[in-house]
């Protein structure tokens, strides 16, 4: 006798999750239709946590560029895929457009998220007409939930302050770094110490918050105060900096950290919490085309995932958003090698060996131009070749003058490529898991994620 449909979807689903755990990571495909109709996905289940993840200007082949360079380095999945091949996933394509036009800027995305509604871009909160609706941070304290801004960028750059602030310019840094302590976000970590003044931090102090200035500070503190970490005077480093320096290692927390520390300083709040989290300089990278800087901040963006699903799997009461605000440069890994199929050599043969020279760079394009300052154009490409272990050809060699001939040179070396230094305006990936899944679908625009939010938690 044949069973009912629902019936049979339980038992599928119901197999789906043991196939996992029998035959490991990949042999359940939790996506589309299954995914949303997961229990653990239910729009009827309250979430009491949000977990929104932002990594920054991330293109979609970014995230296919850290899986690659993950398998081949570290003969692994990333956390990002390997969630998606074991849980109940729901995905998204999200229009990322802003008031402004169909490129945004990360204010204007941000703000979106914030107050759900699209607004020009470089205004975090102030819409056309000039009304300032109440911001998410603001509604979820309003709650009695706890809140938190986790970021690689400044503290009060603009993805941030998007989701807490009401500022005419994102600029105005020094404004949201007040209005934080004013609307009450409970923990702040990142970069920007030049946006916060001695009488700011003081004043923070007096308002009950512990400080961390570096890693240590950070690490050491297990308290359940509100927090305050600023870890640079402006953004935090690089990772493939801070993975070749012994100092900033000491001195510099990674985003993983900076998560575990802000989930155990909000996880205790009775109502729940808002924890924001930020790969921000994803971004950054692709603004100066740096294929090799772009991939190891993914990565670093990765591990927070997995700091992330380690606090879910106990708390499953949590909704988790993992997104971008937008794509930047354009990056893509492009084929390389002979394109003629009829000749006995594999096409794009040189795609492979091109793109694993990147794992031998040990310095962001950022730090080779600080470093290199009035350096004759010889010695700028000694310099670039010692960071990058490549050997230039001699009619590279002659075009090589700055970081910025220097990405444009790399492509056929590594296989990345890049269309603009600017914003993109594509559709991005956005995923979710857990209570209130099921109210994503498959197309989204960004001013549509507040009330989903807001109806998630059931917060009004």
């Known amino acids: 006798m044949n069973q009912p449909r629902s019936s049979s979807r339980r038992e599928f689903l119901k197999f789906a ?14 996506l589309g239709a299954d995914g949303r109709e997961a229990s653990g996905n239910s729009a009827k289940r309250q979430a009491k946590n949000v977990i929104f993840m932002v990594s920054d200007g991330m293109c979609f082949s970014v995230l296919t560029a850290a899986q690659t360079y993950l398998t081949r380095t570290e003969k692994r999945s990333s956390h990002w895929m390997k969630m998606y091949g074991e849980l109940p996933v729901v995905r998204s394509l999200c229009e990322t457009d802003s008031a402004s036009g169909i490129v945004t800027d990360s204010a204007a995305a941000a703000s979106c998220w914030g107050i759900g509604e699209r607004i020009d871009n470089g205004v975090i909160n102030i819409t056309q007409d000039g009304r300032k609706p109440v911001t998410l941070v603001q509604k979820m304290n309003a709650a009695k939930k706890r809140c938190g801004l986790v970021t690689t960028a400044t503290a009060t750059h603009a993805t941030p302050a998007g989701f807490a602030t009401t500022v005419a310019k994102r600029s105005d840094q020094k404004t949201i770094a007040a ?20 009488d700011l931090v003081a004043a923070y102090r007096k308002a009950g918050y512990g400080v961390a200035l570096n890693r240590g500070q950070l690490l050491a503190d297990a308290g359940k105060a509100p927090l305050l970490g ?18 900033l290692k000491a001195s510099t927390p990674t985003l993983s950290e900076m998560t575990k520390v802000a989930l155990q300083r909000l996880s205790s709040a009775p109502e729940g919490f808002f924890l924001m989290v930020e790969g921000g300089r994803i971004d950054h990278a692709a603004h100066g085309n740096d294929g090799a800087a772009a991939i190891r901040e993914q990565v670093a963006f990765d591990e927070a995932i997995a700091t992330v699903l380690a606090f879910i799997d106990k708390n499953p009461d949590t909704l988790l958003v993992i997104t971008t ?8 890994v492009n084929g390389l090698g002979n394109e003629d199929f009829d000749t006995s050599a594999p096409s794009y043969a040189e795609s492979s060996p091109a793109f694993d020279r990147m794992t031998g760079f040990t310095s962001s394009l950022e730090l080779l131009k600080a470093e290199t300052k009035g350096l004759s154009p010889k010695d700028f490409v000694a310099a670039a070749e010692k960071v990058t272990g490549l050997k230039f050809k001699a009619e ?3 075009k090589i003058t700055s970081t910025k001939t220097l990405s444009e040179a790399l492509m056929k070396y590594t296989s990345i490529g890049w269309t603009s230094n600017n914003h993109t305006g594509e559709m ?3 995923c979710t898991h857990g209570p209130g899944s099921q109210l994503f679908t498959p197309h989204l625009r960004n001013d549509q994620v507040h009330a989903n939010i807001l109806k998630a938690t059931g917060v009004a």
């Not at 999750?17 to 939790?30: E, K």
């Not at 600023?230 to 100092?247: C, G, Q, T």
């Open 17 to 30: 999750g043991l196939g996992s755990l029998v035959f490991g990571a990949g042999s359940a495909r939790a």
């Open 179 to 198: 209005q934080y302590l004013e609307r009450g976000v409970d923990v702040v970590l990142g970069g920007g110490t030049q946006y916060f003044s001695d």
């Open 230 to 247: 600023l870890f640079s005077k402006s953004h935090i480093p690089f990772e493939i900096d801070r993975l070749n320096s012994a100092e």
């Open 325 to 332: 605000d937008h794509g930047t440069g354009g990056f893509n």
């Open 396 to 398: 590279d060699r002659s």
């Open 428 to 430: 991005v990936e956005f």
